[in-house]
């Protein structure tokens, strides 16, 4: 605490180190600076301030806020692209993410709070890799393909790949690719936080078959994904997660059982849905 | 030592200047440079929202912002909100509805409450409970709470207010 003349104050700016700023006008310009080591990318700043509440390191800042086009989202009719800085509030309402996947447009809505979904990013939502931050468990379920530019030229990476440290240094994320939606189907249960959350993709393919991929996560580790084909039992889907998925919170045998019951429940909305347009027509 | 950057905006209104160094959070700008001590520090991760103050109208964590982010914004504070002898409707409607116990959310409270009213004049139960569950009161008078804000919309329909 310090005294000024208006009284008591808590300088919190003591808990940050003293860095650089950069304020790149394109992405070119953004890699470049973002190359030098120490370097942070600052988007919508709301995962960062806590890393440096937690002892980030950082001698060289690079604010991504002047970077045309970072926020941009489109769907070509197949591929749902998502800026990394679009932000949810923004992303869970825009035109392009309701008509490809409206079961994204509403599970987006529900994250984190009204006021964090007025700041922060999808960008620093997968790049944080915390097991409570919910995009990367929808992004994984999603098979969304992550498209990085870097000093050594561009790449595209999974989810999984972020959170196994893949991410080339000084790599930064220019967007969201969720690829082929011409017949997905997205769902998603979080009814069940902070012990599990279920998000299901399920993509139809023209001879009757198709895929179920399942991302099952929980605010206490790091989600697990697996894919069967549709039709098998969700119970029996939930059977194949690994191990690992069980904590001192809760086992194994649990959560596989409790993610199947909300799988289950996913693809009976799916069902459900089918039907309503079955008859409208 | 990282070069200052030279900053404008708009305080509550008036017209700031100030040369910050870039790892300057908009938190202590505003308590230590201007004495808006209304803005109070509490999580200081973006958590618990007793820092919100408005930026662009949008409700901000200020202890999670840099304060070079607020170059050419309009930054609003619970300062702003009335005086000592003339309080806004929102300050009023907390007061008449208890609104508060210990009182240190509550700036954070009205200010996300004005942003509320600005975009649902009249807003439904469930709108409220979206919007106040945002920040934290660990006193738990959220019923209160909800209670003001009701009294707030309620305030400034019949006083007129533009609210903003």
Redesign the interface.
């Known amino acids: 605490m310090?005294m000024?003349?208006?009284?008591l104050?808590?300088?919190?700016?003591r808990?940050?180190?003293?860095?650089?700023?950069r304020r790149p006008l394109t992405v070119n310009e953004a890699v470049a600076a973002g190359a030098a080591g120490g370097s942070a990318y600052?988007q919508g700043?709301?995962d960062l301030?806590?890393q440096f509440?937690e002892g980030l390191r950082c001698t060289t800042?690079v604010?991504l806020?002047k970077v045309a086009g970072l926020r941009d989202i489109s769907y070509d009719g197949r591929t749902l692209r998502i800026g990394s800085g679009a932000i949810h509030h923004e992303g869970a309402r825009h035109p392009a993410v309701v008509s490809a996947l409206p079961g994204l447009a509403a599970a987006w809505r529900q994250i984190a709070?009204?006021?964090?979904r007025?700041?922060a990013t999808i960008g620093g939502n997968v790049m944080a890799r915390r097991p409570r931050y919910e995009m990367s468990i929808m992004c994984d379920s999603l098979g969304a393909e992550l498209s990085f530019i870097s000093p050594n030229g561009p790449c595209r990476l999974s989810t999984a790949d972020v959170w196994d440290s893949r991410v080339p240094p000084g790599g930064l994320l220019l967007s969201v690719d969720i690829p082929e939606l011409a017949c997905a189907w997205f769902g998603y249960e979080r009814s069940l936080r902070p012990l599990l959350t279920v998000a299901a993709t399920v993509r139809a393919d023209t001879a009757g078959g198709g895929t179920v991929r399942v991302s099952v996560g929980s605010e206490m580790h790091r989600h697990f994904t697996v894919e069967a084909p549709l039709g098998t039992d969700p119970m029996d889907i939930a059977a194949t997660l690994p191990g690992e998925i069980g904590d001192a919170v809760a086992s194994a045998r649990y959560r596989r059982h409790a993610a199947g019951v909300l799988l289950g429940r996913l693809l009976d909305r799916l069902a459900s849905e089918h039907a309503s347009e079955e008859k409208s027509r | 030592m990282s070069t200052p950057v030279e900053i404008c905006f708009s305080l509550d209104g008036q017209d700031r200047a100030a040369a910050i160094a870039p790892n300057t959070a908009l938190i202590d700008l505003l308590r230590d440079r201007f004495g808006v001590t209304g803005v109070k520090a509490s999580c200081e991760r973006g958590v618990c929202g007793a820092c919100t103050v408005l930026v662009d109208g949008t409700p901000t964590a200020s202890c999670s912002l840099f304060a070079f982010a607020v170059d050419g914004a309009r930054v609003e504070t619970v300062n702003g909100q009335g005086s000592e002898s003339s309080l806004g409707p929102v300050q009023r409607a907390f007061t008449e509805r208890g609104g508060f116990q210990c009182g240190y959310c509550t700036p954070g409270m009205v200010m996300l409450t004005t942003a509320l009213l600005r975009e649902h004049p009249d807003p439904s139960d469930e709108q409220i409970r979206t919007w106040i569950s945002s920040n934290i009161c660990r006193c738990t008078g959220y019923l209160m709470i909800i209670e003001s804000v009701r009294r707030a919309a309620e305030l400034i329909r019949e006083e007129g207010h533009a609210n903003g």
């Open positions: 310090r000024l003349s208006h009284g104050v808590a300088p919190t700016q808990t940050i180190p003293d860095f650089d700023l600052a700043c709301t301030f806590a509440r800042l604010s806020d709070t009204h006021r964090i007025q700041r």
